[in-house]
């Protein structure tokens, strides 16, 4: 399978503790997005990486929340001192680089998170 | 801001029929992308098609064809002869940056 991968598919945790969550890309995509998705709404962005450089965070991504991406290969996701608020879908999508052109990008499963 | 506008929350039509769902978007910027996606009752958003602001040939493919006009910031999406299977939540999204903006999404129902 060559599609964007994401690890756990679920997780449930208790308010306060800490969630990391996992993307692996499409191999030779060197762009690498975060979103968060609520149910019966479009996703939210909250970062984005060019190969391991994080170039963009959302201003509503609060310091709980880090992102990084070793290498520029898989990426993780941090939610420390987690909020009932932070339960949601959160996906990752890739994406490669061609000329100065915008490229679709390709999404992962997703890891739904709850939040007890 | 950019900003994209889907209005139809939910569209519900029985097989064969044909529908559209609407889009319109907002944007100061010459140069933008546009896409659609698609979004099962399974979960992972499906990438069906990207348009650049300077192309504004409609696009068919299959049952599925596009209609972007720029005078009227509206990218459309019309299913013709649709089936069950194309039940889901329909977005449209309009990069900003590199960051995506997306609509709330169109529920479309089609029952047997």
């Known amino acids: 399978d060559t599609g964007v991968s994401q690890n756990p598919r679920h997780k449930i945790t208790k308010r306060g503790q800490n969630v990391t969550f996992r993307c692996d890309p499409i191999?030779?995509?060197?762009?690498l997005y975060w979103y968060r998705q609520t149910l019966g709404q479009g996703p939210e962005f909250l970062t984005y990486?060019?190969?391991?450089?994080?170039?963009?965070k959302s201003r509503l991504l609060s310091d709980r929340f880090s992102a990084e991406r070793p290498k520029g290969s898989f990426s993780t996701l941090e939610i420390q001192r987690t909020e009932q608020g932070d339960s949601a879908m959160y996906l990752c999508?890739?994406?490669?680089?061609?000329?100065?052109?915008?490229?679709?990008?390709?999404f992962g499963p997703g890891t739904r998170l709850t939040v007890l | 801001a950019q900003k994209v506008t889907q209005a139809q929350t939910e569209i519900s039509v029985v097989e064969k029929e044909d529908v559209t769902l609407d889009c319109v978007y907002e944007?100061?910027?010459?140069?933008?992308?546009l896409f659609w996606y698609k979004q099962p009752p399974s979960g992972e958003l499906v990438f069906l098609i990207r348009?650049?602001?300077?192309d504004e040939q409609n696009e068919i493919s299959g049952r599925y064809s596009w209609n972007f006009q720029k005078s009227t910031s509206s990218f459309n999406f019309t299913i013709t002869a649709s089936q069950v299977v194309d039940s889901a939540v329909y977005f449209c999204?309009?990069?900003?940056?590199?960051?995506?903006?997306w609509g709330a999404g169109t529920k479309l129902i089609i029952k047997p």
């Open positions: 348009r650049n602001s300077f």
């Open positions: 999204a309009l990069n900003e940056g590199y960051q995506l903006i």
């Open positions: 191999s030779e995509h060197n762009r």
């Open positions: 999508a890739s994406s490669v680089i061609e000329g100065r052109s915008y490229n679709e990008q390709f």
């Open positions: 944007t100061r910027d010459t140069t933008y992308y």
């Open positions: 990486f060019q190969n391991e450089a994080q170039l963009e």
